[in-house]
């Protein structure tokens, strides 16, 4: 990744305001399109995934990149309107997400369990026929339609809303006339480069800090074993307490740093695309911290179900290999990001260096 | 690895039976200058670690080469003699190889649990303060000692049998006048080599149906998921049975080629050693399948003490978190060899079919 092409479509706009109306133009006007259709379908009952279930992708793809652009390019904005439409899009954007999150959590952990109690000759798995197979799929299948119907439930009260459709207003005026702060707005485009490039630095010093080195070693045991916080941070980890909640405290903490890079990565893909420029490797960084993600989420999934009273030991100790072996997931995710790391970091830290000139 | 290190040595000895009565008669003063202080050891309370603790190691040393010698160049020997010895070796071998392998087998599991409940800041474990973590541990210390003794008790009956008395008679006849076969013996020292290179012969055939390439590729879930025969045999994996010994038989007969390579490894070592060549390489792949088996047999251990009955909930899923650790580094051994087998190969394919000539 070279400046060129990053500054090459920016150079093409007259002014960053006009950059910036451009992308948030087009992004609410997506937002509006998907809005109807995808609470259309949160109004059907839950599990239910008609055609609009790509409104809901839509409408989430949408207020993601709206967010990102009103942190990223803050400076051109009204500082109370950017501040107040990025509470109510995170507010939206966790509504949303929920429901499809428990259903790829579902889809993710009843394959896991599957894949590892399969009984097929040539792709046997080492639960294969176990007795507490079926009883622990049970029990995680329960647990997660129950999830989701709690988190279907609030989305279908949070549509009926004033707060909805206060931001769906908002997003109407945002898809006519973007209200662009004069002197900032009236810059040249190259003015949004500096701000593209303060994402850029922050994901790379996040990114940075990351055990990505240990990580690009396989099998080092590092989503299992030896958890820790980010280098140079000790003392992440809440000290001992002695109680179950423990071990989720230190894998929470453990994890946290590369959820927040996620976020960078998202936020610096966005920012570029703003720009019109090429951010295909940081979509693949997007799609590993994605599954670390996911995979850490069903982890701590799999550990609250086994806490369950009165399970059967036979149940709980599927339980604890479904859970290992999530974390097993969490730490592929690290070693794909610690492999691809080094060969994306030389070009973002240029990027970076170039548009914060 | 070429042919000339394989050749050289061997060439410098007159006869091939010189090369074979030098090697064994230094195997055998080896086997007798330990015997009696690994007896004395496994004379003493079990768990006891003398000094003498060598000695053991040292006559695993010599029984495993002079059995590997004698299987090897059988031709040279007086096959109903060779026969015999063989047997009465590997009698030795597994009653001498039972309680290290046990004591072995208890630090590994034990100090997996222990990092995993590890509490520590910067080294917590996915495991940190779980609850049934010290009963877990009681459990499988309690096994594994009863286990331990076992094989203790079953020694010393053993120390006291006619039949070691006669192995050991064997070994200092052996130590003194190896008992060749004239015509073979008799023949040039490069009559061994056709004899390692079908030793190293074998070692391919068996390693390249392994799926070493899969197991290649870090991650890929060899250990835990999609079980199966080596490449080209499909059904060693008995069919669905809907019972818990499922997962065993379909874990042993994925790990079984695995083990059967780990035998072939330590037979073309020994041959090579016999002719003076190195086997650096060898040693090292020794090595990396000597860690399979271990997790392999340390998996089976947890998944057997997770069938005890009337253990917690907590217990048994600590169990299983500390089963699916150990087929992770099931999965890390293979990968180990998947990444070292294709540099190897080519040499070993190479000095077989030069030696082989």
């Not at 949303?96 to 999150?101: C, K, M």
């Amino acid at each position: 990744m070279t400046d060129a092409p990053t500054t090459a479509p920016v150079a093409r706009a007259a002014t960053a305001g006009e950059v910036l109306a451009g992308y948030l133009t087009a992004q609410a006007g997506a937002f509006l399109r998907a809005l109807p259709q995808a609470v259309g379908e949160a109004g059907s009952r839950p599990g239910a995934l008609p055609a609009s279930a790509q409104a809901a992708d839509d409408l989430l793809r949408a207020v993601r990149r709206v967010g990102g652009a009103l942190h990223t390019f803050a400076a051109a904005f009204d500082p109370a309107w950017a501040q107040e439409s990025r509470t109510e899009l995170r507010w939206l954007l966790n509504l949303l997400a929920q429901e499809p999150g428990y259903r790829r959590r579902s889809t993710r952990l009843l394959g896991a369990l599957d894949s590892l109690a399969d009984t097929a000759p040539d792709g046997a798995g080492m639960l294969a026929g176990h007795a507490g197979a079926p009883k622990a799929r049970a029990l995680l299948e329960r647990q997660l339609t129950l999830a989701r119907t709690r988190a279907h439930t609030a989305l279908l009260q949070e549509l009926r809303s004033a707060r909805l459709h206060a931001l769906a207003d908002r997003m109407t005026l945002l898809a006519g006339d973007v209200p662009l702060v004069a002197p900032a707005a009236a810059e040249p485009a190259e003015a949004l480069l500096p701000q593209t490039g303060t994402a850029l630095g922050a994901l790379v010093a996040t990114a940075e800090r990351l055990p990505w080195q240990r990580s690009a070693e396989a099998y080092a045991g590092a989503g299992l074993h030896r958890l820790g916080g980010p280098v140079g941070e000790p003392g992440t980890v809440p000290a001992a307490r002695g109680s179950a909640a423990d071990a989720d405290a230190a894998l929470a903490a453990d994890d946290a740093p590369w959820l927040r890079a996620r976020i960078l990565v998202k936020r610096a893909r966005y920012a570029l695309e703003v720009c019109g420029a090429p951010g295909g490797e940081l979509l693949e960084l997007d799609r590993v911290l994605g599954r670390h993600q996911e995979a850490s989420d069903a982890a701590a999934t799999v550990a609250t179900a086994a806490r369950t009273p009165r399970i059967t030991p036979a149940t709980a100790y599927v339980l604890g290999v479904v859970h290992a072996d999530q974390r097993l997931d969490v730490e592929a995710a690290r070693y794909a990001f610690g492999r691809q790391w080094p060969a994306v970091a030389p070009g973002l830290v240029g990027s970076a260096a170039v548009v914060a000139d």
